[in-house]
């Protein structure tokens, strides 16, 4: 069955960087367009950046242009998700997904503090 495990998260002061990993099993990978996205306390889950397979396009939420950078790696099955100069906004449990979804993963805590 599909399993997306996310990887990444942590406490990071405002300005930091993380990089997020996804390793995903249970389909083939490069038949899928990839996302990740994240959900704020309070607030519906949201997209973040979408990419599509080998090496194709990206796309970004306007309020992460410039700061995150999706990739993947299609012979390892993962997709990542560079974040720079992070801000307390982007606090949030950040997950992947294929698209059209499936199974939703447990996800990776962000939280950005000074």
């Known amino acids: 069955q599909v399993q997306l495990v996310e990887s990444g998260g942590g406490l990071v002061q405002p300005g930091g960087s993380l990089r997020l990993s996804c390793a995903a099993s249970?389909?083939?990978?490069?038949?899928?367009?990839m996302a990740w996205y994240r959900r704020a306390p309070g607030r519906d889950r949201e997209p973040v950046a979408r990419i599509l397979p080998f090496g194709g396009g990206t796309d970004y939420a306007d309020s992460v242009k410039g700061r995150f950078t999706i990739s993947r790696d299609d012979a390892k099955r993962t997709v990542y998700l560079q974040m720079n100069n992070l801000k307390p906004e982007d606090t949030a449990g950040y997950y992947c997904n294929r698209i059209p979804a499936n199974t939703w993963g447990q996800g990776t805590q962000v939280t950005v503090s000074s």
């Open positions: 249970g389909f083939l990978f490069t038949n899928y367009d």
